[in-house]
């Protein structure tokens, strides 16, 4: 069994690209992250830390680590965040944290320094139309949740409404981030407002791979910066400020710097 099997169902598109893109040596690893970004003044070195780490691990019985690959989860005790500000984030996100409730993961997240001061690289990536087509749907709430589930439900929607009124302020733009439509978008660029408010800059990265013909064909690829670019700006049209783009946001004199980013990431489904 390859390692791309270990991914599940998401063994194809922007998954294992991430996951790819996040292989190898730390320097090497570091100068990828950092070419991503492409700034004068924001990278990552060789002694950061990220998420995921690469493939998933065969063991020398056979058996599979997939742990490398995992997302990272920014309400977790991990090494890309201070505890004290993870728990500030599952306290905002979340009215009750029993059970351990997912919250949203990312694709790629690294620690790096932005401006001289440390912060966050968050990166979500997108290898085809319809990976992006599914993240317009609102947040579900199942007719059987329980008590725990509908508060935490109408928590995230004010945590949302907080976000937006902070980053309406930063911008002087409209912003319509909303729990209930394009709720994907809408918690990647709360969470990164958040996170700026509580001191840590944040470089928010939207990356679309190129050329991802294992998953889709002709018009559903994306095929440079220029074609990602229109299609993720339509897609986020009427719901944040579009004028956000690789401008420098201040949020309580904290960076926010949302980007743009097109990259080709060779994958083959069946490489072991």
Not at 84 to 111: C, F, H, M, Q, Y
Not at 118 to 146: D, F, Q, V
């Amino acid at each position: 069994m390859s390692w791309p099997k270990q991914l599940g169902k998401e063994n194809r598109g922007s998954r294992p690209r991430c996951v790819l893109l996040t292989a190898g040596g730390t320097e090497e690893v570091a100068g990828r992250l950092t070419g991503l970004v492409w700034l004068d003044d924001a990278w990552i070195g060789s002694s950061d830390r990220w998420m995921p780490r690469g493939r998933p691990q065969q063991m020398e019985d056979g058996s599979w680590d997939a742990a490398p690959a995992d997302e990272a989860e920014l309400d977790k005790p991990t090494d890309l965040l201070p505890y004290p500000v993870s728990e500030r984030l599952k306290e905002w996100w979340l009215a009750k944290s029993e059970n351990s409730p997912r919250t949203p993961g990312v694709d790629i997240a690294s620690t790096c320094t932005i401006g001289g001061k440390r912060g966050l690289l968050l990166i979500e990536a997108k290898a085809h139309w319809n990976e992006l087509n599914r993240s317009s749907s609102g947040k579900r709430l199942r007719g059987t949740a329980c008590r725990d589930a509908i508060e935490n439900h109408e928590n995230i929607g004010q945590a949302i409404q907080q976000a937006a009124a902070g980053l309406q302020a930063a911008t002087g733009g409209t912003w319509n981030i909303s729990r209930d439509s394009h709720y994907q978008l809408s918690n990647r660029f709360a969470w990164s407002w958040k996170l700026a408010s509580l001191g840590i800059p944040v470089v928010l990265l939207y990356l679309g791979f190129l050329y991802a013909t294992d998953i889709a064909k002709g018009g559903n690829l994306f095929f440079s910066q220029n074609h990602w670019e229109r299609i993720l700006r339509a897609h986020c049209e009427g719901v944040i400020d579009n004028t956000c783009w690789e401008q420098r946001l201040d949020v309580d004199g904290v960076t926010l710097l949302p980007l743009i980013r097109a990259y080709d990431q060779p994958f083959q489904p069946c490489e072991s």
